[in-house]
């Protein structure tokens, strides 16, 4: 058997006639449902206008430290570009031409405090690396040695050390025949 739903009589303040009148309605929720934008109705920043924003942003903030009196920090260029910039456009000279390799060398400056930090944990003797293909020669050389070892036993050895009653029999018996 089902059960029956009740509605609410003590808080809400509506009359039992009225609950009665409305139980036959129906009764809009209060509650809007978000539902999820498809992938054609997402609109996203144009990359132009998103570098344009960012540039306007860092231009504000550096206004705001002007005017508070911070010191404004001295701007670097970025090590790393991720995308073309706005003067390569989407030209094919961004990709530099095969075999030409251009090397800038920068000297680098290390405080005394980060030296002595890098110092603390770098080993002043290393151990020597082995790599693999030491450690297969390594295995070889073994194995060589190895049986240079067994072969030179076998050539060099005359007789085994076998009683003598045991020896005699044997050469006892090639006469035999």
Same mark, same amino acid.
């Given at each position: ?6 509605? %609410? $009589?003590?808080?809400? /303040? ?7 009148? !409305? ?10 449902? %978000? ?10 920043? #144009? ?5 344009? &924003? ?7 903030? #550096? ?19 991720? /995308? ?7 030209? #094919? ?29 770098? %080993?002043? %003797? ?9 450690? &297969?020669?390594?295995? &070889?050389?073994?194995? !060589?040695?190895?049986?240079?070892? $067994? ?7 005359? #007789? ?18």
């Amino acid at each position: 058997m089902p059960k029956v739903k009740r509605s %609410n $009589v003590s808080g809400s /303040g509506v009359s039992l006639a009225d609950q009665i009148l !409305q139980g036959d309605t129906v009764r809009a929720s209060g509650r809007v449902k %978000n539902r999820a934008r498809t992938l054609e109705e997402q609109e996203y920043v #144009d990359e132009k206008l998103s570098r344009r &924003i960012l540039q306007q942003a860092r231009i504000q903030q #550096d206004e705001l430290q002007t005017e508070l009196g911070l010191a404004a920090e001295p701007k670097r260029q970025p090590a790393t570009r991720l /995308g073309a910039s706005a003067e390569d456009g989407d030209s #094919d000279e961004e990709w530099p031409a095969l075999g030409h390799h251009v090397e800038e060398s920068r000297e680098v400056d290390v405080d005394p405090e980060d030296e002595l930090a890098i110092e603390m944990f770098m %080993n002043k %003797n290393p151990p020597l690396r082995r790599t693999l293909a030491d450690i &297969i020669m390594e295995k &070889i050389t073994e194995k !060589q040695t190895e049986v240079g070892t $067994v072969m030179s036993e076998v050539s060099g050895r005359a #007789d085994p050390q076998l009683d003598p009653r045991v020896v005699q029999v044997y050469r006892g018996v090639s006469k035999v025949r």
